[in-house]
C-alpha cells in the first residue's frame, strides 16, 4: 500500500476544525508541498478520522430521495440553506464554531423566501414523478415545518 501524502495530520485536522473546503486543501498541498491531491482523499482522511460530515445531510427538511434533476430546484436549495442555519445555530448555541456557516446574502434570500411560505401559507413538497419535483402547496393542519412531509422517509440517510 502505498504512503500517505498526509506531510502533517495535526495542521490538516486544523483545516477541518476551521472549515477550509477540500479545494482549499488541494490547493495548499500543491502551492506549499508540491503535491497533487484529490477531493476523494481528503474525504476518506475525514472519514478514517470520524470526522463530521463536510455536506450537511437535511434528512428532516429533505426527506425524499431527490432525483439529480431536481437537486438544484429553488426548493431544495432554500430548504438546503435553513438546514445549514440550523446546524450554525445550533454550533453558536453549543459555542462551537459552525462548519459551514451560511453567507449574509443565503440568509436574506432564506429570510425572504420563508417570510412568502408564511404569509402565503404554503409549505414545500416534493413529487418526483414530475417535471418540476418541487411544488409549493396550501399548509395543512398536520405540516409543522417548512414541508409536507412524506408518510414515510425516501432519502437515502445510509449513505455516507
Known amino acids: 500500500m502505498a504512503g500517505s501524502k498526509i506531510r502533517n495530520e495535526s495542521e490538516v485536522l486544523g483545516w477541518f476544525r476551521d472549515g477550509w473546503t477540500y479545494t482549499e486543501m488541494q490547493t495548499y498541498y500543491r502551492e506549499v508541498y ?90 414545500v413538497h416534493y413529487d418526483p414523478d414530475t417535471s418540476d419535483g418541487f411544488f409549493l402547496v396550501p399548509r395543512e393542519e398536520q405540516d409543522s415545518d417548512l414541508i409536507r412531509a412524506p408518510k414515510e422517509k425516501t432519502g437515502n440517510q445510509a449513505r455516507d
Request: glycine share 4%; hydrophobic share 35%.
Open 34 to 123: 508540491n503535491e497533487e491531491t484529490s477531493i476523494p482523499m481528503w474525504a476518506a482522511f475525514r472519514r478514517r478520522r470520524g470526522l463530521d460530515r463536510r455536506n450537511l445531510r437535511a434528512d428532516d427538511l429533505i426527506p425524499w430521495k431527490v432525483k439529480p434533476e431536481h437537486r438544484h430546484k429553488y426548493p431544495a436549495i432554500m430548504l438546503r440553506a435553513e438546514a445549514r442555519l440550523r446546524a450554525e445555530n445550533d454550533a453558536l448555541s453549543r459555542g462551537d464554531t459552525p462548519a459551514r456557516p451560511v453567507s449574509d446574502r443565503d440568509k436574506q434570500r432564506l429570510a425572504s423566501w420563508k417570510r412568502d411560505l408564511t404569509e402565503d401559507g404554503l409549505v
